[in-house]
């Protein structure tokens, strides 16, 4: 059974970093890509980042890129989300999610149950 | 910059069929853009539907499936049950790696 468990979400003040991190388990880790999607209180889902299965290739929306990196450590099954620079509009649940592929092209398959995010003084 | 579009709301009747689309602001959706199709009820995870334009996940009822129809992606429920009552996102490929979800759709089934 596929299972993504996410960790790290917290309250962060404005301008402070944050590390997720998401535990992948039932799956072969390194031969899927792997992504990250938030959904802000009350709004719709956004597409974050993604990261190719060896984790040589990494993508950002342009609503992150510059502030966040994403990365995957095949030897510990697990996917992290470095974000700095944090701004009130990051506020999120913050989902893990496996992609039916080894690039980021096909779309997610499984996801985890989301982690909060919360950026406020 | 694209816009990935999806009707604001939709009704369909119980045992009654209907069709969510998923659109481009500028251009036609091909399975070059891998549309694929989330199910999510309030306070829950979102639950994938389709992938890849026509792949049912594990476990989805056959009675969801996903196409290609004229220059949209599209999701059809056949025989839509109470249950299927939720908001439907769908999400395309765009290039470079990068991938942009519509707005969602609200069912309501009554």
């Known amino acids: 059974e596929v299972q993504l468990l996410e960790s790290g979400g917290n309250l962060v003040q404005p301008g402070g970093s944050l590390r997720l991190s998401c535990a992948a388990s039932g799956f072969t880790f390194s031969t899927f890509a792997m992504t990250w999607v938030r959904q802000a209180p009350g709004k719709g889902l956004e597409w974050v980042s993604g990261v190719s299965a060896s984790g040589g290739s990494a993508y950002y929306a342009d609503s992150v890129k510059g502030r966040f990196t994403i990365s995957k450590d095949n030897s510990k099954n697990t996917l992290y989300l470095q974000m700095n620079n944090l701004r009130a509009d990051d506020t999120a649940v913050y989902y893990c999610?496996?992609?039916?592929?080894?690039?980021?092209?096909?779309?997610?398959?499984?996801w985890g149950q989301g982690t909060l995010v919360t950026v406020s003084s | 910059q694209t816009v990935v579009t999806q009707e604001p709301s939709f009704s369909v009747s119980p045992g009654g069929t209907v069709t969510l689309t998923c659109g481009l602001s500028?251009?036609?959706?091909?399975?070059?853009?891998?549309p694929s199709w989330y199910q999510q009820t309030p306070g829950q995870a979102p639950r994938t539907l389709i992938y890849?334009?026509?792949t049912r996940s594990s476990g989805v009822p056959d009675r969801f499936s996903g196409s290609i129809l004229g220059n949209k992606a599209a999701l059809t429920i056949t025989g839509a049950q109470a249950e299927d009552e939720s908001d439907y996102y769908c999400v395309l490929f765009m290039g470079g790696g990068i991938s942009v979800f519509g707005g969602g759709t609200q069912l309501t089934v009554l």
């Open positions: 999610a496996k992609v039916a592929g080894s690039a980021t092209t096909r779309g997610v398959d499984y």
């Open positions: 500028s251009g036609s959706v091909s399975t070059s853009n891998y």
């Open positions: 890849s334009t026509y």
